[in-house]
């Protein structure tokens, strides 16, 4: 992989500053662009001529029963093995406490011997409660959502395809509720998969399973129905299948991972600012005016489409929806130039909300196709902390005050700025978001705030510098020896283009959900509707190609490429919100 800091060369691209792109809200204004996990699968699939077939549906007139999907590669073999069963409706629940799902899945290295298939039949549907065998590279669990899913049945078997309505408001037939890899409960470790040619990239494994898991939602609603009137039935037609997604219902257990890995966010934001600074150095053609002009009615119908019940997230659709006409205006009005996307841009900055500024930017990328996509590539992370031990004092106290100046001279001793803690639940061992002096678990706190520790060590730097101007960063650590850590990633972080994220996790005014939505951008989720304040559901895969695209000589490249912002059959790509 191309080196975490020295990717980012002195030429003439002007990228975002830190303080712009990281702070946590514009963060959780991010939407996932071409370079998200997700889109990169489809053209890697395409690219690569995977071949995936269904090779074993063995389900009952319910849906209950197993499947298995190969997925054979350049390099090698997998299987996606597929568990559903009969779920009583008081046992359903997307949270992590559950212990029974309508189905659970996992995608295994190699052949499924019958030796394997015992086992996996055994332990995969108990999901952390089994014994996971070492070849499984991902496991997974999703629930139903059960309006949607009956009136998917019901509509073919009467020989009709569904009201896409009913896709407006889910987006999908199933939704995931964890999905689990890098060694977890058993499977295969992170450092098995980082080697494999075909999943090397963050996530890659994860993302194929889910989408598998698409193509069986469909397989299942059509046998449901085809069971229930064989002589009326009828398949999903192609249109309406490629606009179903996966669901995805996600808490405060993703938060952390943005935290823990700081290396791998800081390369994953600098290859998105990257590629939006190579977008914005183009100089624009007609053409490119009116491909963005597409693209921004291709999005406003698809927010058009886009039903949720979080209420400030479908207020912040309807104004990224309005907003979009105002852009689409001012690119008909201004001048061909060679600086229009920068224009556009800092237009946008002064003008536009934050919804719709990181909106442009995923189009701004989706722009210029051939110029971004060989990022993709350097979207991983050597990641380990170092220490600097001999390194003057006097330097550390500098990096501090350059790139931790956000951190070192905020006020965290008002009630306001230590209203929240972090700590791990007992239970089940996942984050968990507490109010500091009411709720338990305060003795059991995560060391997530960054920040605030960030500023003991600069007050405690600032000491030792007084009484010892010639002191080393190993004079800190010995008098200080609570600070290792965070002293090692002061140093690690400086390195780094985008390093931290640029916020006081304690605050009162922190919202979990953006760094929730920070990270599903990477992986490629839309539809972002959260639930509260501590969960979200959004959706995967929707408008993206099907498994027998693949197969299909006479499928046009775009459908594995460009499919973004999807738009519901038959829709108008000027819709108006409803």
């Known amino acids: 992989m191309t080196e975490l800091t020295h990717a980012f060369d002195a030429s003439a691209l002007s990228l975002r500053s830190p303080a712009t792109v990281m702070d946590l809200e514009r963060l959780g204004s991010f939407s996932p662009t071409r370079l998200s996990f997700a889109r990169r699968l489809t053209r890697m699939m395409f690219e690569q001529k995977w071949q995936v077939a269904c090779t074993e549906l063995a389900l009952d007139a319910s849906g209950h029963g197993k499947a298995i999907?190969?997925?054979q590669t350049p390099t090698r073999r997998y299987h996606v093995v597929i568990f559903s069963q009969h779920l009583e409706d008081d046992r359903r629940t997307?949270?992590?406490?559950?212990?029974?799902?309508?189905?659970?899945?996992?995608?295994?290295?190699?052949?499924?011997?019958p030796e394997l298939m015992s086992a996996m039949t055994a332990n995969v549907p108990l999901q952390e409660a089994g014994r996971q065998h070492p070849r499984?590279?991902?496991?997974?669990?999703?629930?139903?959502?059960?309006?949607?899913?009956?009136?998917?049945?019901?509509?073919l078997a009467a020989g009709q395809q569904p009201n896409i309505e009913h896709l407006k408001q889910a987006g999908y037939l199933y939704r995931t509720t964890a999905v689990y890899g890098n060694g977890k409960f058993g499977i295969a470790d992170y450092d098995r998969v980082k080697g494999s040619e075909d999943f090397q990239q963050p996530f890659s494994a994860q993302m194929a399973a889910v989408y598998v898991l698409r193509e069986f939602s469909v397989d299942q609603v059509e046998h449901i129905a085809k069971q229930s009137e064989p002589g009326r039935a009828v398949t999903l037609n192609k249109d309406t299948r490629r606009y179903l997604g996966i669901g995805n219902s996600t808490g405060l257990g993703m938060a952390p991972f943005l935290i823990n890995h700081p290396q791998l966010i800081s390369q994953w934001v600098w290859v998105r600012e990257r590629a939006l600074a190579v977008a914005v150095s183009q100089s624009p053609t007609e053409g490119d005016?009116?491909?963005?002009?597409?693209?921004?009615?291709?999005?406003?119908?698809?927010l058009a489409d886009t039903r949720v019940e979080d209420e400030p997230q479908r207020a912040r659709n309807v104004e990224a929806h309005t907003e979009l006409t105002q852009v689409m205006a001012w690119l008909e009005q201004v001048p061909l130039d060679d600086t229009l996307w920068q224009q556009l841009l800092d237009w946008a900055q002064t003008q536009l909300s934050l919804e719709t500024q990181e909106l442009l930017t995923t189009l701004l990328i989706e722009l210029y196709p051939q110029q971004v996509d060989s990022l993709n590539d350097v979207m991983g992370a050597d990641e380990n902390l170092d220490l600097t031990p001999d390194m003057p004092l006097i330097q550390l106290k500098q990096i501090l005050e350059t790139h931790f100046d956000w951190a070192i001279h905020a006020d965290y001793d008002c009630e306001d700025a230590r209203y929240w803690f972090w700590y791990q639940s007992a239970e089940k061992e996942e984050p968990r978001l507490g109010v500091r002096g009411e709720e338990l678990g305060e003795e059991k706190e995560l060391a997530l705030a960054v920040a605030p520790t960030a500023q003991r060590v600069y007050r405690d730097l600032i000491q030792l510098l007084d009484e010892q101007p010639r002191a080393l960063t190993v004079d800190l650590v010995m008098a200080f020896p609570e600070h290792m850590r965070v002293i090692r990633r002061i140093q690690t972080m400086a390195a780094t283009v985008y390093g931290e994220i640029r916020a006081n996790l304690w605050h009162r005014d922190m919202k979990p959900m953006h760094l929730l939505r920070a990270k599903l951008s990477f992986l490629g989720a839309h539809r972002f509707d959260p639930r509260g304040d501590r969960w979200v559901r959004v959706t995967f895969f929707q408008g993206a190609p099907l498994l027998s695209d693949y197969a299909d000589s006479s499928t046009s490249p775009d459908v594995f490429d460009d499919w973004g912002f999807p738009v519901a059959p038959e829709a108008e790509l000027t819709a108006a919100m409803p």
């Not at 997307?94 to 011997?113: H, K, M, N, P, S």
């Not at 499984?136 to 509509?155: C, D, G, M, P, W």
């Open 69 to 71: 999907y190969r997925l």
């Open 94 to 113: 997307d949270r992590v406490i559950a212990e029974a799902w309508d189905l659970t899945f996992c995608l295994v290295e190699g052949e499924v011997d």
């Open 136 to 155: 499984l590279l991902v496991i997974s669990r999703a629930n139903k959502s059960l309006r949607t899913f009956q009136a998917f049945i019901e509509a």
């Open 289 to 302: 005016r009116e491909k963005i002009l597409a693209l921004c009615h291709r999005a406003t119908a698809y």
